[in-house]
C-alpha cells in the first residue's frame, strides 16, 4: 500500500511560482507523477520521474517552465511549477506507478493517487 498526501497548491498570478510536494508513504521502489485535471477537461501528464530520482518526462506544455525532483531519504517528489500561465489552473494529483522503476506518461499506468491539491492562475 503506498499513500500520497500532495501540498503545495494555492492561487497565483501568471508569471509566478509555486512549489508542489508529495510525500509517499510505504515501501519499494517505484516511478511517479503528476498529473492534473482542469474543471473541464480529462486529467492529463504533467510530469513523471523514476524511483532514482532521473529521467524525467514533461509534457510538451510544461517543459521548461516546470521541473519534477525527487528527494529519495523523506521519499517525496517535487515540481517546481515557473512563469506560470493562466492554462495551468487545475487540480494536480500525485501518482505512483507500483509496477515500474520508472514513471510514465500514462494514467493507467499508475496504481495509486493523491487527493490532489489545487493550483489557481490568475491573468
Known amino acids: 500500500q503506498v499513500q500520497l498526501v500532495e501540498s503545495g497548491g494555492g492561487s497565483a498570478h501568471a508569471g509566478d511560482s509555486l512549489r508542489l510536494s508529495c510525500k509517499a508513504s510505504?515501501?519499494?521502489?517505484?516511478?511517479m507523477g503528476w498529473f492534473r485535471q482542469a474543471s473541464v477537461k480529462e486529467r492529463e501528464f504533467v510530469a513523471s520521474?523514476?524511483?532514482?530520482?532521473?529521467?524525467?518526462v514533461y509534457s510538451p506544455s510544461v517543459k521548461g517552465r516546470f521541473t519534477i525532483s525527487r528527494e529519495k531519504a523523506s521519499n517525496t517528489i517535487f515540481l517546481q511549477m515557473n512563469d506560470l500561465k493562466t492554462q495551468d489552473t487545475g487540480d494536480y494529483y500525485c501518482?505512483?506507478?507500483?509496477?515500474?522503476?520508472?514513471?510514465?506518461?500514462?494514467?493507467?499506468?499508475?496504481?495509486?493517487w493523491g487527493r490532489g491539491t489545487r493550483v489557481t492562475v490568475s491573468s
Open positions: 501518482a505512483a506507478n507500483t509496477p515500474q522503476i520508472k514513471g510514465g506518461a500514462e494514467a493507467d499506468e499508475y496504481d495509486y
Open positions: 510505504g515501501a519499494g521502489r517505484y516511478g
Open positions: 520521474i523514476s524511483f532514482i530520482g532521473g529521467s524525467p
